[in-house]
Structures are given as structure tokens and as C-alpha cells.
């Protein structure tokens, strides 16, 4: 059986932030591997939580305006050719986060007439509690339940709760935060929860300028590098470390070539850091990486499509082609 947790492009998973021994053997481990490496998962404590909120409002980042462009005006194609491969159906989001951008497609459903209940899945607490003290407000019409845990125990647990189909949701380039052996893992366990007339509604990041990328995690303003120090906080903060982040910097790359935009902090000298009793030994310049943002063409999402056991139906584009929400249909 394949577990995996994902969050929305700029982290592998999001983790829980009472599980302190996970969290401290998780942070050794990588510290003291070769090459060093911290757990992207690790990113959303509260304030990780504002400062992603804030990435997604800068002008550089320019995946959540792509794909609110889609969701905004496409809805109703999108809604269309839903029905046209499926009969009645639920609609399972797997990441929820906010639902700032599936809104649309919940009020144009509700608009349609369409019968169908929302199951947001989502492993923070703190998300699920706020979608239900915004969404009977916002869409009174809407049948939800929200659903806080694993992706892949969440989603059995609706398919347990509903006997209809389902239309997965995998917005915001939730794929990318995999590297691409992992994301074709990851969507054949998906494909193992779901059966035949079942839909999934996948983002994509397409390959683009590559100086476009690389700016969107390297903003004029710092956010992004905030982003990725706080990390280092949350460790003094949690596990008694001390980290001085003056002695770290952010590093992003990009290659166009294989579609990989990883970040990294580097250490700016050489020194120690104490977590506990255990000391990590930095050199100068020895970088530690963070996490990675695959971006993809077209035929490298329908070859996954193909890969995972779905036959890839309709992919809808942003009106720059930069983003690419892509409907596949489980092959029976």
C-alpha cells in the first residue's frame, strides 16, 4: 500500500505539529545525511501557513492566478465534459486548503442543478474547521462534509460515506511537489481507490521561460526565502535548536531541460548547530535542500495519465498556456 501526503506546490506534505519525536528524528535524519536535506512537509506551522498564503499573492507566483483563470471562466466546460464521461457524482478535493479556487466550481455546480455532495480532504485541522464556518455561509445550498486525516484513508472513508462516483480534485500543481517517479506512484494509488466511471481533475505546471519559473520562487521581496528560514525557526522554536539563520541563505535552480525547480538553503560559513544533545556540522556553502517543483509538457501529463491506469479526456489551459487542468477517466 503507497501512503503519501501532499500540500499545495510547494511542499511534499504537511505533518502535524504535536508529533515532536517524528518531527526530531525526521530533522536529524536529514541533517546528518549526505547531502543534507529537511522535509518540505515540516514548512506549515502557522506562520509557514501565512507566508505560503502570501506567495501565492505575489505577482512572480504565477500558478495561482493560471489556475483561477481556468476555474473562472471554464467551469461550466469543465462541469460539462465531467458529465459526459460519468453519471451522478461526488466531488472529493484532496489538499483543500482554502477552496478559494474550487469555489467556483462548487457555485457553478450548484447553479447547474447539479446533485452532489463536497468532500474536502485535508490533514490540518485548522483547514477543515475553517471551510465549515465559511462554506454554509457562502453556498447554503452546498452539501459538504469535511474530512481531516490522510489523503488515501480520507478518500475511503467518502467513498464509504457516498456510493456514488467520484471526481477527485488534485488542484494547484499538487503533482509537481513529487518528483516525477513519485507522482506516477502517486497517481497509481490513486487510481487503486477509485473504480470505473470515477474522474480525476489534476493540475499541471506546464514548462514555460524558464526565467518566469525561477522567479516565482525567488520573489523580489523575500517572501519565499522567509518561507523557507522559517523553517529553521520552527526547529530552535520545537526541538531547542539553534539555528541562526543570518548563516543561511535561500537558493533556488531550475533545469528546462528535465522541468526540475528544487530550492535550497546554503550555509554562509562554516559552523556548528546544536538540536539537543546532537551537534550538525555545517560547511561553508554546503547546501541543504528544501524541495522541488516539477513542471511538465502536455504529453509528459498524458504519458503519466497513461502510466497510472487513466486515459487522459480534455486538458483545459490557462489563456498563456502556462497551466493546464487535465480531466482523466479511469480505464476499467
Known amino acids: 500500500m503507497h501512503t503519501f501526503t501532499i500540500l499545495p506546490v510547494r511542499g511534499l506534505s504537511k ?28 514548512f506549515y506551522d502557522a506562520v509557514g501557513d501565512k507566508l505560503f498564503q502570501d506567495i501565492m499573492q505575489l505577482p512572480e507566483y504565477y500558478l495561482t492566478g493560471c489556475e483561477l483563470e481556468i476555474l473562472s471562466g471554464q467551469t461550466r466546460e469543465i462541469i460539462h465534459a465531467i458529465q459526459a464521461h460519468t453519471g451522478d457524482f461526488d466531488l472529493v478535493e484532496l489538499g483543500a486548503g482554502d477552496a478559494t479556487k474550487t469555489r467556483f466550481l462548487l457555485r457553478d455546480l450548484l447553479d447547474e442543478g447539479v446533485d452532489f455532495t463536497y468532500f474536502p480532504i485535508d490533514i490540518s485541522t485548522n483547514v477543515i474547521r475553517s471551510l465549515e464556518e ?44 513529487f518528483h516525477p517517479a513519485e507522482a506516477l506512484q502517486f497517481c497509481q494509488a490513486i487510481r487503486e481507490q477509485l473504480q470505473p466511471g470515477d474522474l480525476l481533475l489534476i493540475g499541471f505546471d506546464l514548462k514555460k521561460d524558464p526565467r518566469v519559473i ?44 528535465s522541468g526540475s525547480c528544487k530550492s535550497y538553503l546554503f550555509s554562509k560559513r562554516a559552523h556548528q548547530v546544536h538540536i539537543g544533545k546532537t551537534v550538525i556540522d555545517f560547511e561553508d556553502n554546503e547546501p541543504v535542500y528544501m524541495e522541488i517543483s516539477q513542471k511538465y509538457s502536455l ?34
Open 299 to 332: 504529453q509528459d501529463a498524458e504519458q503519466m495519465a497513461l502510466a497510472a491506469g487513466f486515459k487522459p479526456l480534455v486538458a483545459f489551459q490557462d489563456s498563456r498556456g502556462w497551466f493546464a487542468d487535465c480531466l482523466w477517466g479511469v480505464v476499467g
Open 15 to 42: 505533518a502535524p505539529a504535536t508529533d515532536r519525536t517524528t518531527f526530531r528524528e525526521d530533522v536529524i535524519r536529514g541533517l546528518t545525511g549526505t547531502p543534507k536535506r529537511l522535509d518540505s512537509k515540516y
Open 214 to 257: 525561477l522567479e516565482a520562487y525567488n520573489d523580489r521581496q523575500g517572501v519565499t526565502k522567509a518561507f523557507n528560514l522559517n523553517l529553521l525557526t520552527r526547529i530552535n522554536r520545537e526541538l531547542g535548536a539553534d539555528f541562526h539563520l543570518d548563516d543561511f541563505e535561500h537558493f533556488p535552480t531550475y533545469d528546462p531541460l
Open 134 to 177: 465559511y462554506l454554509p455561509a457562502e453556498l447554503p445550498a452546498l452539501r459538504y462534509k469535511g474530512l481531516n486525516g490522510e489523503y488515501f484513508e480520507m478518500l475511503r472513508a467518502a467513498g464509504a460515506l457516498s456510493r456514488k462516483h467520484k471526481v477527485v480534485l488534485l488542484m494547484g500543481a499538487n503533482i509537481g511537489n
